[in-house]
């Protein structure tokens, strides 16, 4: 038999000796081939991945992680071709090498690009050995060593918070929800609790002082189970940015005490209005999962706790009066300067002032309603916004004239009340049946309801203040210019000026 070019070929691939293929070279036609691999081994060296676990929040997405040291596999594979003579039932065999690499990365299940709902959510990597011959199977292979199906499983904790509720802790002062007039406290209506709900929604005001440091408890449900987690609050107030310490989700509602790092306000009265964004924060994380905002929350900020003593009511109404009208006073005497002529002008207000006939009501806030008023009420009505307020040490006097010991000038003299013996206790000497005070446009006084408040005498009525008592008496009594209807006089003797002292006088 003549051979062709494609003997040696063949002889070469095939590594049979020229006597075996002239033997068993049979005619066209009666070749058969059937081809397996006879042998092949897995890979020494299974690689491994550049991390194997992240935590991102619901609806982001992950970049998967890739192959830091790829499948090794050893050069010990090689096929098995056998060859049949159809035509005289002979067979003979011949082998090839065959080499392994690995294919390209994919995982199972697949990743998706972007998780829509929270959960811990697993991942096997792939990357099989692809034959140089393709007789040989494609060896699948899991990268890395370990995980619950021989491989490296990639980890991804999706994280999910929602902030549920916000009750305040610092604000321990009972914030009565009554608004219709000043005059009412609404009885035992309190403000409900939680001040802030999602659903059914709730969002209620709260009273903070200045110079304390807002404490909240929030109640938040963060899914999956078993994560751990910081809680962050950001605000456009500094006073309301929190960050908890770490903690673990129980999967359910659970309830989380944060505390702001600075102060709402310092040293000054205001109202705030601010909303809250929540935030979870993955322990080992830098990425921010959103959990909602509560508010904006409307905090009254009093200059210090309020005083509730003698039944003086803390109202919706009546807190926001008084921040209004003393917002952004930085100093309790700021706070007098802003509540002094708004409390004791009896022009602000829609009845006639009533000098010397106090009225028959039964709390000073009833003024702000539109009722009458005498000058000890209006003082009583400022008393009362500055405790709401917290500023401490105000008082209600009221300033009395009387001659001196030899009748020559007068001194002022200042009583907390009315003495229980009656005005007549400051008779002109010599002549009891007479009383000295002063006449001021609308019929004789016995005194002038004042509220001394940082060393100031706000006159109930007028609106302005003097820092004495004789200061106070000057004011009311001196003559004017223009007319004779505000002098000093003897009550039966309205039209008769009492005289003044000669200098000096006495300032207290």
């Not at 070019?5 to 059937?34: D, E, H, R, Y």
């Not at 999967?251 to 909303?275: C, F, H, K, M, Y």
């Not at 006073?329 to 000098?355: C, D, K, R, V, Y």
Request: glycine fraction near 10%.
């Amino acid at each position: 038999m003549k051979l062709t070019p494609k003997i040696p070929l063949a002889f070469l691939l095939l590594g049979t000796t020229l006597a075996s293929w002239a033997q068993n070279n049979p005619p066209v036609g009666c070749v058969t081939s059937v081809t397996n691999c006879y042998m092949w081994f897995g890979p020494t060296n299974s690689g491994a991945m550049s991390y194997d676990a992240t935590n991102i929040c619901v609806g982001g997405g992950v970049t998967p992680p890739s192959v830091v040291s790829n499948l090794n596999f050893p050069p010990f594979s090689f096929a098995l071709i056998s060859y049949s003579n159809s035509c005289t039932a002979t067979n003979w065999v011949t082998s090839m090498p065959v080499t392994y690499t690995p294919g390209p990365l994919y995982w199972v299940p697949p990743i998706p690009a972007s998780f829509p709902a929270c959960g811990v959510y697993t991942f096997m990597p792939m990357e099989n050995g692809i034959p140089s011959w393709s007789g040989c199977p494609v060896l699948t292979n899991f990268v890395g060593n370990g995980g619950n199906y021989g491989g490296d499983e990639f980890w991804v904790t999706v994280l999910q918070g929602t902030v549920d509720a916000v009750d305040w802790v610092s604000d321990y002062i009972p914030f009565y929800s009554y608004s219709a007039d000043y005059n009412g406290d609404g009885g035992t209506t309190t403000f409900s609790r939680p001040v802030w709900q999602l659903s059914p929604a709730v969002n209620n005001p709260v009273i903070q002082p200045a110079n304390t440091t807002v404490t909240l408890e929030v109640t938040i449900n963060v899914c999956p189970a078993g994560q751990t987690y910081s809680l962050i609050g950001t605000s456009s107030e500094a006073g309301l940015c929190f960050t908890n310490a770490i903690v673990n989700s129980t999967g359910s509602d659970q309830t989380e005490a944060v505390r702001a790092t600075v102060w709402l306000r310092t040293n000054l009265v205001d109202i705030v209005s601010a909303p809250i964004y929540w935030f979870v924060l993955p322990q080992g994380s830098s990425s921010l999962c959103y959990a909602g905002m509560s508010g904006p929350h409307k905090i009254y900020v009093t200059w210090a706790d309020p005083s509730t003593y003698g039944g003086n009511t803390a109202t919706l109404k009546r807190i926001d009066k008084v921040c209004t009208v003393a917002h952004a006073a930085a100093s309790e005497a700021a706070i007098g300067n802003l509540i002094g002529p708004q409390a004791t002008s009896g022009s602000l207000f829609g009845g006639n002032s009533i000098f010397g006939n106090p009225p028959t009501l039964t709390n000073a806030w009833a003024v702000l309603d539109g009722n009458d008023a005498d000058c000890a009420t209006l003082s009583t009505l400022m008393k009362q916004e500055l405790d709401l307020l917290g500023a401490a040490d105000s008082a209600v006097k009221l300033v009395y004239a009387r001659l001196g010991p030899d009748n020559s000038g007068w001194t002022g003299v200042v009583q907390d009340s009315p003495p229980s013996t009656g005005y007549y206790v400051y008779r002109v000497p010599g002549n009891y049946s007479t009383r000295l005070g002063y006449v001021a446009g609308n019929g004789f006084n016995n005194y002038e309801g004042c509220c001394l408040f940082q060393g100031k005498y706000w006159m109930g009525g007028l609106g302005t203040s003097r820092t004495s008592a004789a200061g106070v008496l000057h004011y009311v009594a001196d003559p004017n210019t223009s007319s004779t209807a505000h002098h000093q006089c003897y009550y039966d003797q309205q039209n008769q000026f009492v005289p003044y002292p000669n200098p000096p006088e006495p300032t207290y």
